[in-house]
């Protein structure tokens, strides 16, 4: 399947790619007026929403498993918990989104890539 809804995204849990570890919710979808970016927002850490970061990751950073119907990301806790947070004002996302994971040295065999 080559598209696919917010609402089925927006959500959903987001996992490490070489573990069971569960990293985050996306929480909203992003896409550039002229179709050449495509983002979401990742809820990371905190507890019941209370102290939680919102990180910018690129949509071809998430692998979605069709077996588990689950979401992956080739980035590691530590690197999320490292990453640059956003902020929410006047409705818009502000701040920097994260470097691409693929851009990191170390990636290993990914599941079927999210378009």
């Not at 910018?56 to 947070?85: I, Q, W």
Request: charged share 30%.
């Amino acid at each position: 399947q080559s598209n696919i809804s917010a609402n089925e995204v927006i959500g959903s849990n987001v996992y490490t790619s070489n573990s069971e570890e569960k990293v985050g919710e996306i929480e909203d979808l992003i896409v550039s007026l002229d179709g050449s970016d495509h983002s979401i927002i990742l809820g990371h850490g905190g507890f019941l929403g209370l102290g939680e970061k919102r990180i910018m990751l690129k949509v071809s950073d998430l692998r979605h498993d069709r077996n588990a119907d689950r979401y992956h990301v080739g980035l590691t806790n530590e690197e999320l918990k490292n990453a640059p947070g956003l902020r929410k004002v006047d409705g818009r996302w502000v701040g920097k989104p994260m470097e691409s994971a693929q851009s990191s040295s170390d990636r290993t065999e990914r599941t079927e890539r999210v378009d």
